[in-house]
């Protein structure tokens, strides 16, 4: 069974103060690993997605690198509106033909200005 | 271009009623998903269509969960008897093809309070 574990379940940063967000995973054959940002009440917004080793991704103060164990989204200078709960989700080898995401609990980053 | 639409954005319901949940997805995509999400919780994966048949419906907590997307666009998740236990808020997301590993887009929610 597929498994992710997010770390730390909540964040508080000042703005400007950089840090990493992890997401560990146990996955049969990983086909992917996705980082998707949640605003409260409202549905994922997808953010990246990694598929193998030694990938790395960036987007504005955003980026994800991902290792055979987990992946880290680091945040560079974060800004308030930084502000939301990241998800990390993992693809496998799908059973039957279906690729179903496990995703984790995530992370709750506040940016105080 | 448009997003994955849901409707509607709130629902309040007794216990015992039936509900329908709508889902839009966006033009193209051929895999839709619904997921129930509680607070504090990642996405909870419910049921899987490709095109108009339910190509993984292994997530339906009971026979009283029920999906449909008979023209292979939009879908609607069907609550039969609602209990308590099912006040969350449900997700759908759609991606380009469900054979392979691609990113999910997802709708707004909709937030389902069982009285």
């Known amino acids: 069974e597929d498994q992710v574990t997010q770390s730390p379940e909540a964040l508080r940063l000042q703005e400007g103060e950089s840090s990493s967000l992890n997401c560990s995973y146990t996955v049969s054959g990983l086909r992917g690993l996705f980082w998707y940002r949640q605003d409260p009440g409202k549905g994922p917004e997808f953010l990246f997605t990694l598929y193998s080793a030694g990938e790395e991704k960036e987007k504005e103060r955003l980026k994800a690198t991902l290792t055979k164990k987990e992946s880290f989204l680091h945040i560079t200078a974060p800004k308030p509106e930084d502000s939301a709960t990241y998800l990390c989700a993992v693809q496998g080898d799908p059973s039957g033909g279906s690729y179903i995401p496990t995703f984790g609990r995530g992370t709750s980053l506040i940016v105080h200005p | 271009g448009a997003g994955v639409s849901q409707t509607p954005s709130n629902k309040v319901t007794e216990k015992g009623k039936y509900v329908e949940l709508r889902c839009d997805p966006i033009s193209g995509h051929t895999a839709l998903y619904w997921y129930r999400q509680s607070l504090g919780q990642g996405p909870e994966f419910l049921i899987y269509f490709q095109g108009t048949g339910a190509a993984d419906d292994s997530g339906l907590p009971n026979d009283r969960f029920f999906a449909v997307r008979p023209e292979g666009s939009v879908s609607t998740l069907k609550i039969q008897r609602t209990e308590r236990g099912d006040s969350a808020m449900y997700l759908c997301?759609?991606?380009?093809?469900?054979?392979?590993?691609?990113?999910?887009?997802f709708g707004p929610g909709t937030r389902l309070t069982v009285t």
């Open positions: 997301a759609s991606s380009l093809r469900g054979g392979a590993p691609y990113e999910q887009y």
